[in-house]
């Protein structure tokens, strides 16, 4: 199984938490991020300056894993996501539904702690490797 890590995860990484260190260990080589969760940690490195160790942190990661970009698959699964969930009337903020897009066009299972904003997607297979 291959895993798609969601920004949390990829902080809480970041910042040393042995249980979710021990995962990044435990599947190398199958874990990928998409641009979008990328993009939320580069503006969390930023905030820190360029020349912080955040930065260099989110760079070493990026070195470990796959990344993902948007592409036009991703694109449309996005939008068929989006109109699934105005008719249902539910909402996931548009990241995290980029990120859902891109683990389902991948076939990939999200990891994230924050299970909320992903429970209403149909068909996307969680993990939150932050619970003890």
């Known amino acids: 199984m291959s895993f798609l890590v969601d ?3 990829c902080s809480a990484y970041l910042k040393g ?24 940690l580069f503006t969390w490195a930023l ?11 989110l760079l070493n990661l990026l070195r470990d894993v796959t990344f993902l ?3 036009r698959a991703v694109s449309e ?11 249902s009337g539910h909402h996931t903020p548009d990241v995290d539904l980029l990120i859902a897009a891109t683990a389902m066009v991948y076939n990939l299972t999200v990891v994230t702690h924050n299970q909320k904003h992903f429970a ?8 939150d490797w932050l619970i003890s």
Do not use: Y
């Not at 938490?17 to 939320?40: I, K, M, P, T």
């Not at 905030?47 to 942190?57: F, K, P």
């Not at 699964?77 to 008719?87: A, H, T, Y």
């Open 69 to 71: 970009d948007v592409n």
């Open 47 to 57: 905030m820190a300056g360029r020349s912080s160790s955040r930065m260099q942190g």
């Open 120 to 127: 209403t997607v149909p068909g996307l297979r969680l993990q």
């Open 17 to 40: 938490d042995n249980r979710v260190h021990g995962r990044f260990v435990q599947h190398g080589g199958q874990l990928h991020v998409s641009a979008a969760a990328a993009g939320q």
């Open 77 to 87: 699964k996005f939008g068929d996501l989006r109109v699934q969930q105005i008719k």
């Open 7 to 9: 920004t949390d995860i």
